[in-house]
């Protein structure tokens, strides 16, 4: 990833990576071999290497793992520019989500996994792919509030249920925990 120079020239067109993975559970040869790209690359070309814990599952999340990772780093030689937590952008990732469905680029569905996954593959809209704004801001809500409804929701990307890729067909990008 390359960072685009802004006005304020605050990349000045270096290259910036990311390591990020799940603190659920101990990292094992595939991580080793990402990290290894992600840190090796950014060193080659000038640029930085950001230790990001994608913590966003906290029922499977623990410290201990974060603890670990961390001196995993240490023992491969591999030295991290900054460590953050996708958790410390909850607050904008919301905002984006609620941008997304004031925009109609996103709703809320409600569909059981295998089927959502049936009818992904088959190319086939959910029910609620056109449901009005203030329906999707209402099962939105249900999400936020944690409640026993809203646990069974997600927030879907509007993109193309025909696209050849079927992992670009309204994927799932956004739930709650």
């Known amino acids: ?17 990311r ?40 029922s499977k999340e623990k410290v201990e793992f974060v ?35 004031d925009l109609g680029l996103a709703y809320v569905d409600d569909t059981p996994v295998e089927q959502l996954r049936e009818e992904r593959g088959e190319g086939i809209e959910s029910k609620h792919r056109s449901n009005d704004k203030a329906k999707v801001l209402e099962m939105f809500e249900e999400m936020k509030q944690g409640t026993e409804y809203g646990l069974t929701c997600c927030l879907r990307a509007k993109i193309d249920m025909q696209d050849k890729n079927k992992a670009m067909r309204d994927p799932i990008i956004y739930r709650c925990n």
């Open 19 to 58: 390591f990020p993975p799940e603190p659920n559970g101990y990292l094992h040869i595939g991580h080793a071999k990402a990290m290894g790209l992600s840190f090796s690359f950014a060193k080659a070309a000038g640029g930085e290497c950001n230790l990001r814990f994608d913590d966003t599952n906290p």
């Open 67 to 101: 603890e670990n990772i961390i001196e995993d780093l240490k023992t491969l030689g591999f030295h991290h520019d900054k460590m953050t937590y996708s958790s410390d952008y909850f607050d904008k990732f919301y905002t984006y989500a609620l941008q997304m469905i």
């Open 1 to 17: 990833i390359v960072a685009e120079d802004n006005d304020s020239g605050k990349h000045d067109g270096r290259v910036h990576t």
